[in-house]
């Protein structure tokens, strides 16, 4: 009888050992990507491209220039005041919206409107940076 209080015992203690294998050694899932594909245009900050809202100023009260970015914080995957590197352009901040601006796409300000018009539209990799 005390065998079969042993042999149950140590049929148990497998099991549990073979279980917490199982939860330990699972896949861990796949964290968020670091980096989004989006279609980028270019703007100027100037009446050619941006009146009546020509005033010199993002939507959240910074000074408009190279740097600045346009998205749509609703519908996009970035948020307003995000820090973020663009392949081809360098270093932004998400502190614009833009008309046009509408989910997976974003709006690049440059200082001239003959750079703005130069960029066109491309499609470019954003990394997201960290504060």
Not at 30 to 47: H, N, Q, V
Not at 89 to 107: E, F, H, T, V
Request: proline letters at 6%.
């Amino acid at each position: 009888m005390r065998n079969i209080h042993r042999l149950t015992y140590l049929v148990l203690y497998i099991a549990l050992i073979s279980i917490l294998y199982a939860i330990y050694t699972l896949p861990t899932p796949a964290k968020e990507p670091k980096y989004f594909i989006l279609e980028a245009t270019g703007y100027y900050p100037g009446p050619e491209c941006t009146y009546p809202f020509d005033d010199g100023f993002t939507a959240i009260g910074d000074v408009a220039g190279r740097g600045s970015v346009a998205i749509d914080d609703k519908n996009g995957p970035l948020q307003m005041g995000q820090r973020i590197w663009i392949e081809g352009y360098g270093p932004g901040k998400c502190n614009d919206r833009g008309s046009a601006i509408k989910g997976w796409k974003i709006d690049l300000c440059f200082e001239t409107y003959e750079e703005a018009i130069e960029w066109g539209r491309k499609l470019v990799k954003v990394h997201l940076l960290e504060d």
